[in-house]
Each structure stands twice: as C-alpha cells, then as structure tokens.
C-alpha cells in the first residue's frame, strides 16, 4: 500500500517505533499543512492509505470525491468531527480511530503554562537574555482560587494539582462534572457567574463539539478579575470568537495562557494573541510528547496493518468495508 501521512509537523511517524511494521509498505510523510482542499486531494492522489494526526487536517467531500484510490482513513484520537464520514462510507472508505488515550500530558502543559505565566518566566528569560536582571514579580498560587471549567480526565488531573498547590479548586460544567467535583471535596459555585468571577486562575477542559462551540461568551470573561488568568489548552472555538483579545484588551482577564487557535498552524507571528504582551502562547503544545506520539502512531499502524492483511481493526463505519471502489 501507498501511505501518505499529513501534518507530521515535528516528523514523529518515521522515529516512532511502530514505523519499522510498514517495511512492506511505501510511506510518504508531508509536514507541513495544505489549507486548500483541491491542493490537498492532488497531494493525497495516489495514496491507498491517509493517516490523520488530530484535526490538523479536515476531510470534507470535496477532498474525499477527488481521491479515487483511497481505501483507509487512520486517525488518531478521539476526535472525528473534521472528517465527512457519510461521504466516506458512501466511497467505500473504511475510516480506523481509536480513544483519545492517555491525555496527561495535555494536563502537565496546563500547569507549565500556569507557571510560566504567574511568574512571568519567558518574560523574564528574555530580559536576563538582554542584560536585565528581576524586572517583574510573580504570584504565588497557594490560597488562590483555581477554577477548573470541565471535570473530564483533564479536568480532575488538574484540580488535583491545584489542590496539591494549595489552591481552592472550584469546578464548573455539566450536571456530571459538578457531581464529580462535589464527591472529590472541590467547590461548585452557586451560580456560572460566581464561577467566573472568584477564579484566580480559570483553566478550560471541554470536549469540543457543536454543542460546547462558543461556551465561554464575551460576558463570562467580562466578570473576570483583572489580575485573574485564562487558561485554555482545550479548543479555540470554546471561546466565542474574537472575545479574548477583545477581554484581554480591556483587562478582564488581565492574563491569558494559550495553546489552541482558531485556525492551525499559525505561522509568521499571525495571530492577534502573539501581539498582545499579557499572553503566554504555544504552539499546541499538549499532546505533543514522545509518549504520546508512539500511542497515537501504534495504533494507526494497528489500522494499517489490519487493513492491508485483510483483517480490518478500530473501523467506526464497516459499512464501508463492503463496498468496492472503482
């Protein structure tokens, strides 16, 4: 089979172990994103087999109804909004994804982004790196209040920190993540805006979907205080678009700590978040570690590697299976 596998931005797929399973196979790695997705299904012409990392890539119909010889979509992760799956059904192309997986890392870069911004360290790299010496001070976090909106797998490994910090941990969500606060001693809020308004720290762990799109509105982040931080290394698009810089402009939140952007990658500094000195940015940082890229991989190989043998593994639409393509 022909693989072609998109979006490898750090070129993870050829150092991860389960690489050296596609031997037989010819693999193509492309690592950098193509937006346009006419361009993109000229990329992807040949290939029997397209392995998606997250959602760096949407396929949509029109990519799909332009790709004649593609028989398996390997994903890795939970999330499978960005492809058209009825449409690849309708080709016979099986589509392979598996659970989400460990997701501790995501969790370990939410507080690298708290600390970094509490204490202002790459401000402060950058001043030691240009003469200076002590031009800011920090905030402790003991006592303050840590506002954990969504008590998923995140969510709780996250409070659990807190706590360990000292911190209050008040939690926010659904009807479950609010009884999963209350059984672990955290603090519900009475109301959504108390709970916006006594966070010291207020970290966003959503599953995103069309129902959480939007979630956290321009009025949320109005009632934050001003010396308060925003955390948000879920999804963009939890926030409605364009009200942080906006908040971060007016100063409530005065701080933000952000992983996630509306449209990925940004490249060449544009994005009005980098433009603003009361942010900390990463370039989606939280699943990005060697572990986690080997149990991504490992099970797109799995995909494959069933596929191709004729034993097909993880498909979430086996109708596809038995139709033929042309």
Same mark, same amino acid.
């Given at each position: 089979?022909?693989?072609?596998v998109?979006?490898d931005?750090?070129?993870? &797929?050829?150092?991860?172990?389960?690489f050296?399973?596609?031997? /037989? *196979?010819?693999?193509?790695?492309?690592?950098?994103?193509?937006?346009?997705?006419i361009?993109?299904?000229?990329?992807?012409q040949?290939?029997d087999?397209?392995?998606?990392?997250?959602e760096?890539?949407?396929?949509?119909?029109a990519?799909?109804e332009?790709?004649p010889k593609?028989?398996?979509i390997a994903q890795?992760g939970s999330h499978r909004? *960005?492809?058209?799956?009825?449409a690849c059904?309708e080709?016979?192309?099986a589509?392979?994804?598996?659970s989400?997986?460990?997701?501790r890392?995501?969790?370990?870069?939410?507080?690298?982004?708290?600390?970094a911004?509490?204490? *202002?360290?790459p401000?402060?790299?950058?001043?030691?790196?240009?003469g200076?010496?002590?031009t800011?001070m #920090?905030?402790?976090?003991?006592g303050?209040t840590? +506002?954990v909106?969504?008590? #998923?797998?995140?969510?709780?490994?996250?409070?659990?920190?807190g706590?360990?910090?000292g911190?209050k941990?008040?939690?926010?969500g659904?009807e479950?993540s609010?009884a999963?606060?209350?059984e672990a #001693?955290y603090?519900?809020p009475?109301s959504?805006?108390a709970?916006?308004?006594?966070?010291?720290v207020?970290t966003?762990?959503?599953? &995103?979907? *069309?129902t959480t799109r939007?979630?956290v509105?321009?009025? /949320?982040?109005?009632?934050?205080k001003?010396?308060?931080?925003?955390?948000?290394?879920?999804?963009?698009?939890?926030i409605e678009?364009g009200a942080?810089?906006?908040?971060?402009?007016?100063g409530?939140?005065?701080?933000a700590?952000?992983?996630?952007?509306?449209?990925?990658?940004?490249? +060449?500094g544009?994005h009005p978040?980098?433009?603003?000195?009361n942010v900390v940015c990463?370039p989606h940082l939280?699943?990005?570690?060697q572990?986690?890229?080997?149990?991504?991989y490992?099970?797109?190989?799995?995909?494959i590697?069933?596929?191709?043998?004729?034993?097909?593994?993880?498909?979430?639409?086996?109708?596809?299976? +038995?139709?033929?393509?042309n």
């Open positions: 089979m022909k693989i072609a998109i979006d931005y750090p070129d993870a &797929f050829r150092k991860v172990t389960s050296a399973r596609l031997k /037989d *196979h010819e693999v193509v790695v492309f690592r950098d994103t193509e937006k346009d997705p361009k993109l299904a000229a990329r992807l040949d290939a087999a397209v392995v998606l990392t997250q760096r890539s949407w396929f949509p119909r990519v799909i332009r790709l593609l028989r398996l890795t909004h *960005h492809i058209d799956i009825a059904t080709k016979g192309i589509v392979a994804a598996t989400g997986g460990n997701a890392s995501t969790a370990e870069l939410a507080w690298a982004l708290i600390l911004s509490m204490r *202002h360290i401000y402060e790299v950058q001043q030691m790196k240009q200076a010496w002590q800011t #920090g905030t402790d976090l003991y303050k840590l +506002g909106y969504g008590m #998923g797998r995140i969510g709780s490994w996250v409070a659990q920190i706590k360990a910090f911190m941990v008040s939690c926010w659904r479950a609010k999963k606060a209350r #001693g603090d519900v009475a959504r805006e709970f916006f308004e006594t966070a010291d207020l966003l762990h959503i599953f &995103f979907d *069309h939007g979630i509105t321009a009025a /949320d982040l109005a009632r934050m001003p010396s308060a931080l925003l955390v948000n290394t879920a999804r963009a698009l939890l678009e942080l810089v906006e908040a971060l402009k007016k409530r939140p005065g701080f700590a952000v992983d996630v952007y509306e449209d990925e990658p940004v490249l +060449g544009n978040l980098l433009k603003l000195p990463a939280g699943y990005c570690v572990e986690k890229y080997e149990e991504f490992r099970a797109t190989v799995d995909s590697v069933g596929f191709a043998s004729g034993k097909p593994v993880n498909v979430i639409n086996p109708e596809a299976l +038995g139709i033929r393509r």
